[in-house]
């Protein structure tokens, strides 16, 4: 067993913070029952692990069904009836280069805020409930980002910043069976699929099939004076147990899946992030609404031209892994850099260091062998496809 995978959480630092300093989920006390360690993360006191650990929570994940608090994470409720869904969409469309007008209602999207030089501001999901858009904003951004959309939105319709309110994850093979016992509509949602859903002994929840481990799972809001009984519920059974940050952040690397503030920034394009597929075709040049985003003339010309850089997948030679920070040559003895790792760790089920990063693009073909100075010794990494193991959502 890699002894670096239980070195995670020290990526985690309280950088002069006292644990008083931090905000609580609703959730905290429970996380405190169940033992858990405890880090600050996005202004947020947040479990890093459990008592089983990193390694085997990540596994127990990726073989049953795991329960992760994201409360710290922003929820946003945009009002469709004043206006009508058309104008509210066509405003939400003037900050973000997703095509809102055409999500049906009952389904979800990924999708970013972008600036003027085509950077990323924050990355989102958000859904169309049929009465109101719901999006869900990364922790560390959400301030920034209700500012933005209010900004955009207000003048057309009421937004509600539903701050620190509940959120559950409940990500893996085995997140259906555990959901159903508490939810039994949920097994007739694909992925994507977004509702309010009226339970039995816990009123009504809202439930999208989505999630950020490349498993099958669902995130779930209940109300606030439930969260903490719904969540032990699903804590009694047996295929669920807790999961912390330091198995999130290897989940969602094997996954391929960009962590903001790491592998996207305000500084990189959806076109560098090579995360062209989330935007949807009506939005691209050509299309019926075409652009009308903040920096829609740098993306879309590099839909066009290409980009400089472009984010791949790596795998490092040998157990070694390369984290963020690490930079890329061309060759053993290159003066100078062609990129640099972003993110980076052991891949439990991979059984082997992962890594994504941005190469120049005439390096980034698949196959292409780099080298990372890792403590002054160049050593090799192959550009590799993501994801680092294969996505099990419910299509």
């Known amino acids: 067993m890699p002894k670096d995978i239980f070195n995670i959480a020290s990526a985690w630092k ?23 360690k405890m880090v600050p993360f996005a202004g947020y006191a947040m479990p890093v692990q459990y008592p089983m650990g990193v390694m085997k929570e990540h596994t127990h994940t990726r073989a049953g069904a795991g329960l992760f608090d994201v409360s ?16 509210v969409a066509l405003a939400l469309e003037s900050i973000i280069p997703q095509d809102v007008l055409g999500l049906k209602a009952g389904r979800q999207r990924y999708g970013f805020l972008t600036n003027s030089a085509g950077g990323i501001e924050d990355d989102l999901m958000f859904a ?28 057309v319709a009421s937004v509600t910043f539903n701050d620190n309110a509940p959120l559950l994850a409940l990500q893996g093979p085995r997140a259906e069976d555990a959901l159903a016992s508490l939810v039994p509509e949920v097994r007739d949602m694909n992925f994507m699929d977004a509702a309010w859903i009226s339970t039995k002994d816990f009123g009504s929840v809202f439930v999208t099939r989505s999630g950020y481990t490349g498993e099958d799972g669902f995130e779930i809001a209940p109300k606030s004076e439930v969260a903490v009984e719904f969540a032990r519920a699903l804590l009694n059974h047996d295929d669920v147990e807790p999961i912390g940050l330091g198995a999130r952040d290897s989940l969602r690397l094997e996954g391929g899946l960009c962590l903001y503030g790491h592998d996207i920034d305000t500084d990189t394009t959806p076109v560098e992030a090579a995360l062209t597929w989330a935007i949807q075709k009506v939005r691209r040049e050509g299309g019926d609404r075409e652009g009308g985003f903040p920096g829609a003339d740098v993306i879309l010309g590099q839909f066009r031209d290409g980009a400089a850089r472009k984010r791949v997948g790596l795998r490092p030679e040998g157990r070694a892994p390369m984290r963020e920070g690490v930079e890329l040559y061309a060759n053993e003895d290159a003066d100078t850099p ?30 292409t062998t780099v080298f990372g100075d890792l403590r002054g010794k160049r050593l090799p990494l192959t550009v590799t496809k993501m994801p680092f193991t294969t996505a099990n959502f419910k299509r």
């Open 338 to 367: 062609i990129g640099h790792v972003t993110s980076g760790g052991f891949g439990p089920t991979v059984g082997g260091p992962v890594a994504m990063g941005y190469l120049t693009s005439n390096h980034s073909e698949i196959g």
């Open 128 to 155: 169309n409930t049929g009465d109101y858009l719901q999006l869900v904003v990364n922790g560390a951004r959400k301030h920034h980002d209700i500012k933005l959309i209010r900004a955009a939105i207000k003048p």
């Open 72 to 87: 710290h994470m922003g929820q946003i409720s945009v009002d469709l009836h004043e206006a009508g869904h058309e104008a």
């Open 14 to 36: 309280m950088d002069g913070l006292k644990m008083s300093d931090l905000l609580k989920t609703p959730l905290f006390d429970l996380h405190e029952a169940l033992g858990a």
